[in-house]
Nanobody, 130 residues
Framework: EVQLVESGGGLVQAGGSLRLSCAASGFSFDDYAIGWFRQAPGKEREGVSCIGSGNGATDYADSVKGRFTISRDTAKNTVYLQMNSLKPEDTAVYYC???????????????????????WGQGTQVTVSS
């Protein structure tokens, strides 16, 4: 059974940092790209970052570029999202999911095509206070 479990969320002041983890099981982790997404109250779910398999190419939403870093540890079947310089507008439930869409070559997978991601985790709440 494919399973993704997010952890690491919490309450932090603006300017602070958190590291989210996405622990994967039930599939060949090395062969699949993983994405991080978030959904704030009253808003649609949006792509935050993704990391490909193989060369581990990455992509970021403009709103988090320079502040967030995605990485993957194949030994632990885990993808991380290091979030620095957090802002109140980063407050949301953060989810990870597996990319199941078409081939993407050496580029990162398409971050904004949410319908091409599946096996969503239960999410972890991130709250940034001002």
């Amino acid at each position: 059974e494919v399973q993704l479990v997010e952890s690491g969320g919490g309450l932090v002041q603006a300017g602070g940092s958190l590291r989210l983890s996405c622990a994967a099981s039930g599939f060949s982790f090395d062969d699949y790209a993983i994405g991080w997404f978030r959904q704030a109250p009253g808003k649609e779910r949006e792509g935050v970052s993704c990391i490909g398999s193989g060369n581990g190419a990455t992509d970021y939403a403009d709103s988090v570029k320079g502040r967030f870093t995605i990485s993957r540890d194949t030994a632990k079947n885990t993808v991380y999202l290091q979030m620095n310089s957090l802002k109140p507008e980063d407050t949301a439930v953060y989810y990870c999911a597996v990319y199941i869409g078409g081939p993407y070559g050496t580029s990162p997978p398409p971050l904004m095509s949410l319908r091409e991601y599946a096996y969503w985790g239960q999410g972890t709440q991130v709250t940034v206070s001002s």
